[in-house]
């Protein structure tokens, strides 16, 4: 099972469960009374329903432990009660009934693998054996035109969530982390562009988006915030405003757009303009952009903004507008070394998801999907890969240069000495050897000895 298919959105509800430790951990009966108060919270959260069917069971990594994604006819009557017993963990689904033969759980993450299924008089018990001591996670999602009802269970090994916590104190401890905000752009009703063989926009950058987040979530000192994790619409001023309100230190809205020239091809970078789009390709563009809104009214015609107009002569929307230009000029210098370049400079338009005050927000035009070569570069899984660890070079290398001054991020020099290569210095500083490149604005090779390169303490 793919991870990317099915992570919680941001608007669902999810429920925090028990601990569920290994024998020879002792259980105290404040331990068992506090398990049975969140089995009663979590059972009010839950839709009635008459008794569902089981239709199917899939497993798969998630994070650092693993998913469970139960595939259902209707909803479920009540929620899942799941406690421990020995070093097995019992699942049990209140009206649910046997639709499976035996299940297929493979050895993964805390999972020892093999399962049981059997019914009892008040639905379906899963009995799954354990490597190791986990807390979980559920909650429930609708139909969404791909798949049925489902019940989704993380189970997430306490070792990792120690480490984590540890992890959030440190860096507290020297500063708050950096918030990069990811926006894949359409979504639900809205598909985006689309390409000659079907290739759908939204399709596109929701996995490379996805991508991306992984590797920003496992960069020490960063927070992740994303517009949207599943195949959802969101309004674009909606977009605007998160990356307001969770104080974003960089926005990135993520797109796959299509020309009417059917040859037009390569990546484009945008950041806002304090007039208006810088070019009729740009107007052309913003346009198709802002119309995918239709609440957006008269904002998208370009005619009467007030809201532009007043954040514009906003001291902070300049220092903004500047510091998104620097990123999206070391973006554009990522994205050359994967892919041809339309525009081999920052363009400027009046793009709506980029108007946040405060916020530096970029546009990354991936790539043409209206062009029939790079819709099949965007259909191979490797390439949209590619474009999330470039993208993510390109982040970190904008921080190495430019870290916000309360964060647990800082800079500092590293003079290469001439028994080092950039391999090794990239090693010791935690990034890339790309992102090290960026951030010095190296060629491709070895550096010269005696170079000061910027580094990052990344604060974790």
Partial sequence: MSEIAWRPDISESVGEGAVVRKPGERSTRRQFLRQAALGGVLLGGWKMAAAAQLRALRVGRYQQGVRLVFDLDRPLSAAPVIHSVGE?????????????????????????????????????????PLREAVRWRSF?????????????????????????????????????PIVVCLDPGHGGHDPGAIGAQGT?????????????????RSTPGMRL????????YVPLMDRMHLGLEQRADLFVSIHADAFPERAVRGSTVWALSATGASNAAARWLAKTQNAADPLLGDVQSGIHDPMLNAVLINMT???????????????????????????AAVQHANFVVLRAPDVPSMLVETAFISNPEEEQRLRDPDFRQL????????????????????????????VLRKEENLADVARRYGLSVEALRLANHLPR????????????????
């Fill in 317 to 343: 929307q300049t220092a903004a507008m500047n510091s998104a230009a620097a990123a999206a000029a070391v973006m554009i210098r990522g994205l050359a070394g994967v892919e041809d370049l339309h525009n």
């Fill in 200 to 216: 759908r926009e939204k399709d596109v950058v929701l996995d490379v988006g996805l991508s991306l987040a992984q590797l920003v």
């Fill in 445 to 460: 090779g070895e550096g010269q000895p005696g170079v000061p390169l910027h580094v990052p303490i990344m604060g974790a």
């Fill in 140 to 176: 429930s999602l609708g139909p969404d035109g791909r798949a049925a009802h489902r019940l989704v269970l993380d189970l997430i090994p306490l070792a990792t969530t120690a480490v984590e916590s540890s992890r959030r104190r440190s860096v507290a401890r020297v500063g708050r």
């Fill in 88 to 128: 097995v963990l019992h699942i049990e689904l209140p009206g649910i009934e046997h639709g499976l033969h035996r299940p297929v759980v493979p050895a993964l993450g805390p999972l020892q693998g093999g399962a049981e299924m059997n019914e009892s008089a008040a639905g379906l018990v899963l009995r799954l």
């Fill in 225 to 232: 915030v994303m517009t949207r994790n599943t195949d959802r």
């Fill in 387 to 414: 474009l999330a660890r470039t993208m993510h070079d390109a982040v970190v290398a904008h921080f190495v240069k430019a870290p916000p001054a309360d964060s647990a991020w800082s800079a500092t020099r590293h």
